[in-house]
């Protein structure tokens, strides 16, 4: 049974620091591009970083580059989010997916591109 579970969440004041886990049971995750994407209340949902099974190259949208560090551990069968610097519009629900398609420029930040969704993790940024 493939499944992802999502971890990290929580409350904290705008300038901290929080780190997510994307853990996976059922497959191997290096076979798989995994993505952290995040939707905020009245919002649709949003890539946030993704990073490649094919090469290991990692991506990251805009307002985050800088600010957040996606990484993987393939021992551990998880992929890890650490977010500095945390501004109170980074408030979401924050969700990974799992594909063993490579991603492309083009799918890397589409949900469709993705089969496999954790169950969200809420973080939330005070000011």
């Known amino acids: 049974d493939v499944q992802l579970q999502a971890s990290g969440g929580g409350l904290v004041q705008a300038g901290g620091s929080l780190r997510l886990s994307c853990a996976a049971s059922g497959f191997t995750f290096d076979d798989y591009a995994v993505a952290w994407f995040r939707q905020a209340p009245g919002k649709e949902r949003e890539g946030v970083s993704c990073?490649?099974?094919?090469?290991?190259?990692?991506y990251y949208a805009d307002s985050v580059k800088g600010r957040f560090t996606i990484s993987r551990d393939d021992a551990k069968n998880t992929v890890y989010l650490l977010m500095n610097t945390l501004k109170p519009e980074d408030t979401a629900v924050y969700y990974c997916?799992?594909?063993?398609?490579?991603?492309?420029?083009?799918?890397?930040?589409?949900?469709?591109?993705?089969?496999?969704w954790g169950q969200g993790t809420l973080v939330t940024v005070s000011s």
């Open positions: 997916a799992a594909d063993w398609e490579p991603i492309t420029l083009g799918s890397m930040f589409d949900p469709y591109h993705y089969d496999y």
């Open positions: 990073i490649n099974n094919s090469d290991g190259n990692s």
